[in-house]
């Protein structure tokens, strides 16, 4: 089992918003940003989301994070068929001294 | 722009040992951490080890601990992970990131990953 809890799926149409959870602990997510990485078919996971909110340069600002005590979402407005990948949460860990990811949410664009 | 290649992947028998690499490109290597993450097949990521821009400080998680090495050699631009003892459940694509730790702990640039299968 993974540190961070994530929904093992989620799915929207073109144009829908959908959000992707993460649930953590106070050891993490609740005293540490919050990253988020997506990863296309076949490829390398890429990062998303930083430091809480900030995207990296091309990333669009559909893609958006917000956070509340040990809990954290991502969200994706104006879905694209593009889209359609595997997200990840993740997140320093005080306790166990290193990165923790939560399990992955495969994000299916119907 | 960042480039990353992972290379040293393959097929290992239970016990045995390999040595991963990881060639950095279009960035000053001394100026980041570095880091392993892996992924069982059909399974997610997993952190494996971080090492500080001149190497000491390193970190691992509690499954690799006396088994795999991190190490980096800056003025050969290259970040390099030893494997022993290795088992069944080390199968998986291990990738080479970059990481910040700027704020937490993030990964900014992945490699494409080599894939390290133990079996007999």
Aim: some cysteine; charged content about 15%; overall charge negative.
């Amino acid at each position: 089992q993974s540190v961070l809890t994530q929904p093992p799926s989620a799915s929207g149409t073109p144009g829908q918003r959908v959000t992707i959870s993460c649930s953590g602990s106070s050891s993490n997510i609740g005293s540490n940003p919050v990253n988020w990485y997506q990863q296309l078919p076949g490829t390398a996971p890429k990062l998303l989301i930083y430091s809480n909110n900030q995207r990296p340069s091309g990333v669009p600002d559909r893609f958006s994070y917000s956070k509340s005590g040990t809990s954290a979402s991502l969200a994706i407005s104006g879905l694209q068929s593009e889209d359609e990948a595997d997200y990840y949460c993740a997140a320093w860990d005080d306790s166990l001294n290193g990165v923790v990811f939560g399990g992955g949410t495969k994000l299916t664009v119907l | 722009e960042v480039q990353l290649v992972e290379s040293g992947g393959g097929l290992v028998q239970p016990g045995g040992s390999l040595r991963l690499s990881c060639a950095a490109s279009g960035f000053t290597l001394s100026n980041y951490w570095m880091s392993w993450v892996r992924q069982a097949p059909g399974e997610g990521l997993e952190w494996v080890a971080n090492i500080k821009q001149d190497g000491s400080e390193i970190k691992y998680v509690d499954s690799v601990k006396g088994r795999f090495t991190i190490s980096r050699d800056n003025a050969k631009n290259s970040l390099y992970l030893q494997m022993n003892s290795l088992r069944a459940e080390d199968t998986a694509v291990y990738y080479c990131a970059r990481g910040s730790a700027v704020a937490g702990f993030h990964f900014d640039d992945w490699g494409q990953g080599t894939l390290v299968t133990v079996s007999s």
